[in-house]
């Protein structure tokens, strides 16, 4: 049951420039297993297929599977990359949309089964699993619904009645084959959504899995490849939104799903998901690595933030260093505040103790409460004196204020001055860590 705000205390609240209301109908309030996957904040995509071969971002079938050899192939290696990126799950990419598949698969001829590597008994989900829970990482998969190799086209949909009954087949059986032979799989994609009716088995083998789109999707595609979220970034949709596939222009504080969002992008400039040895492929720079974490898990989402093997199997060097690199950034910046704290109710003063450099502020609610706060103010308290140095909407997960410049405060507030119900706060911190804007 909400709580309702006796009178007098909403009367105060409102001469101090507070507004809350008491929603008609509850707020939608995210699951354990959404709970648990918001807190992850990154995760590492990994994209490997025989396109990989080709320089291209789609597989032609144009590379005979006797070339296809990563014999430098490990996947410790990939898992060490993540970890020093920060990030707390891998999303493998099993099967992309030319059909391949990088599993000792029953369903096709076009796997690993039918290359030279390891003498066709390889299985880099089986090695990738372990790696992962050596780790102490969580483990995705990526199973295109696309499938040029059986003429299944976007979400798995097929020409005629007959094709589509074969491939509805061959997709369900490689679904249960990656749901039951690695361990816990934690998240789903369904690419472009799914029309291969899987809800059984999603729901027998993968009953805690984040599902992005389809049917029983649990997360949505933040809308654009470009490692940002939209602000404010809600993080509930509408039913109607929900069952056609919402992306984070369908946020609406008071829908009726819990569905965040998730920022999928890549590590290099221009745009390749696949390794590609153009001498156009370059590394995006420090800076744009951290505009796009500002820009994602600083609007509540979680950021999918690619890195790809190249033919060797390996992630190049360089690539990796650069994936340390941004962890580190992160860590330096966000791995301790000068002070925190938490509480409830529409105002929240953290006292430093002493006058204080302050170029970040970190806001998380506590949202199994569901997403209360409407519109919020920081306050610096200046020599005896309160400016306003941030302001915002949501709050949601986390928001991340960078400051255009440092300030000198002994004590932030923070005013959430809208809300619906009464504001859970599970954070409210305060950085300095030399780079404001």
Known sequence: ?????????????????????????????PTAGQLEWQDMEMEMFLCFDPCTWQNREYDDHSTPLDKINPDQLDTDQWVRVAVSMG??????????????????TDTTDYSVKETPWRDGKGDVMKDLSESCRK??????????????????????????????????????????????????????????????PAEDILKEHASGAMIFQGKSATIR????????????????????????????????PDGEIWLPNEVDTVNVSPHFWFWNSSPKRKLRSLDELMDCYYKSVGHGAVLL??????????????????????????????????????????????????????????????????????????????????KSIAQGKALGHKKIDRLDEAVEVSAVRLRCTLSEGIPQLRKLAVYNTEASR
């Not at 990030?87 to 000792?104: D, S, Y």
């Open 221 to 252: 595609w933040v809308g654009n490849e470009d490692g940002r979220a939209p602000y404010p970034a809600w993080n509930a949709v509408s039913r109607e939104a929900w069952q056609r596939g919402a992306t984070a222009a369908d946020g609406d």
């Open 135 to 196: 780790a102490g990482l969580k483990l995705g998969i990526y199973l295109s619904p696309q499938d040029d190799h059986y003429g299944a086209k976007t979400s798995g949909r097929c020409d005629t009645p007959e094709k589509q009954a074969v491939y509805d087949r061959v997709y369900r059986q490689q679904l249960t084959e990656l749901l039951t032979r690695y361990g816990t799989i934690s998240e789903v994609w369904n690419d472009g959504g799914l029309v291969v």
């Open 305 to 386: 933030l690619n890195q790809t093997p190249d033919r060797s199997g390996r992630i190049p060097e360089a690539d990796a260093e650069q994936a340390a690199a941004f962890g580190a950034e992160v860590q330096r910046r966000f791995g301790r505040s000068l002070a925190e704290t938490s509480g409830t109710g529409p105002e929240l003063e953290l006292d430093l103790g002493k006058s204080m450099k302050v170029d970040h502020i970190v806001i998380m609610e506590d949202i199994r409460e569901g997403e209360r706060v409407r519109e919020y103010v920081v306050e610096g308290r200046v020599g005896t004196e309160w």
């Open 87 to 104: 990030a707390k799950q891998v999303l493998f990419v099993a099967k992309h949309t030319g059909g391949f598949c990088w599993w000792q």
């Open 1 to 29: 049951m909400r709580k309702v705000l006796s009178f007098a205390v909403v009367l105060s609240m409102s001469l101090a420039g507070y507004s809350q209301t008491t929603p008609e109908k509850p707020l939608a309030r």
